[in-house]
């Protein structure tokens, strides 16, 4: 697969991972995610109808949706989003299959693919960052990060 494909991941990788609490598994509903390949690593960004905005004037943890036709189903105050948080580190193999989303999701990730790449590896390098230091990690975008679950996978990647 290339740098961002949307696909869906295989059900069996989320059984695999099924005692991480964090990881969004859902059997009913498909997971469709952006992948993006940073250094080594393949990195699936979970879409989410329902992100919200940090309460804070932090780092963001999501790319939100400007254009997504699915603000209608979301919950008050929430927004449709790539969310950075709750990333997987994935194989090949956890591929299931190439999916389409919202027309006007797809446009903006594809006249934006810099900006999200850019964010997503500032909010990465601010996980990192955090976890060797020790800080922040009562932060929910650090404390209720799916990456914990990839620290030795993290660790390879040169800051």
């Not at 997504?68 to 194989?91: H, M």
């Not at 797809?106 to 976890?131: A, C, G, H, P, V």
């Amino acid at each position: 697969m290339r740098n961002y494909s949307i696909v869906c991941l295989k059900q069996n990788y989320f059984d695999k991972h099924k005692t991480h609490f964090e990881i969004l598994g859902k059997p009913q509903r498909p997971h469709f995610v952006l992948l993006l390949s940073i250094c080594h690593l393949t990195f699936a960004i979970p879409f989410r109808t329902n992100a919200h905005k940090p309460k804070n004037n932090g780092i963001s943890h999501c790319y939100f949706f400007k254009t997504s036709s699915r603000k209608e189903k979301s919950a008050k105050g929430r927004i449709p989003a790539l969310d950075f948080s709750k990333s997987l580190v994935i194989e090949d193999e956890d591929i299931d299959f190439q999916t389409k989303i919202d027309d006007n999701e797809f446009k903006e990730i594809q006249d934006n693919r810099q900006l999200i790449e850019e964010k997503f590896k500032k909010y990465l390098q601010y996980f990192i960052t955090s976890i060797q230091r020790k800080e922040n990690l009562e932060h929910p975008i650090i404390k209720f990060s799916t990456l914990h679950y990839f620290t030795a996978e993290l660790s390879t990647i040169p800051l």
